[in-house]
T-cell receptor, first 113, second 114 residues
């Protein structure tokens, strides 16, 4: 069984500041990990994924995440926030390619001018 | 555009009614997943089909059912609707093989039960 915990349901940063969204997972098998973003009234868009290759994963829009097995974490970062980054972000885990996703509760990112 | 198409975008219906949500996966994707997103439950996996066969089942109520047709499109049927069924229903699809690890999501169908 897998589970995902996202610390902080709301995160607020100033434009240009570092973005850090936290994700911890639990998995009985080597996990596949994902970050998705959801803009208002939209579907989920994949930001990046970890599939047991490089532990530092780069995604779209300047986001990256680092897989840390010892900490069971997969935190999402971006060096400099932009107003257009305001959205809800979901961390997800699956146990294998083609398996269903288990999502965290989501983190709403707000970016202040 | 993810390539996954869901219809309708919005649906308003009364309690006790039955509705059908439709999903067309990305071209060539054999797996289709249904998820429910609500304020109190978050994003929950409902059911997965692979090439016409049910592959995995999540927190899907007995009043709900799904199927995948030979052309790979899928339908989610929700019956005896209750107010609590109001939610955003997403369909996602994925390819096969170890390199096809991610799911691509449609825009969702927002169901409002009144």
């Amino acid at each position: 069984a897998q589970s995902v915990t996202q610390l902080g349901s709301h995160v607020s940063v100033s434009e240009g500041a570092l973005v850090l969204l936290r994700c911890n997972y639990s998995s009985s098998v080597p996990p596949y990990l994902f970050w998705y973003v959801q803009y208002p009234n939209q579907g989920l868009q994949l930001l990046l994924k970890y599939t047991s290759a490089a532990t530092l994963v780069k995604g779209i829009n300047g986001f990256e995440a680092e897989f840390k097995k010892s900490e069971t974490s997969f935190h999402l970062t971006k060096p400099s926030a932009h107003m257009s980054d305001a959205a809800e972000y979901f961390c997800a885990v699956s146990g294998n390619a083609g398996n269903m996703l288990t999502f965290g509760g989501g983190t709403r990112l707000m970016v202040k001018p | 555009d993810s390539g996954v198409t869901q219809t309708p975008k919005h649906l308003i219906t009364a309690t006790g009614q039955r509705v059908t949500l439709r999903c067309s996966p990305r071209s060539g994707d054999l797996s289709v997943y249904w998820y429910q997103q609500s304020l109190d439950q978050g994003l929950q996996f409902l059911i997965q089909y692979y090439n016409g066969e049910e592959r995995a089942k999540g927190n899907i109520l007995e009043r709900f059912s799904a199927q995948q047709f030979p052309d790979l499109h899928s339908e989610l049927n929700l019956s005896s609707l209750e107010l609590g069924d109001s939610a955003l229903y997403f369909c996602a699809s994925s390819g096969t093989g170890a390199e096809n690890t991610e799911a691509f999501f449609g825009q969702g169908t927002r169901l409002t039960v009144v």
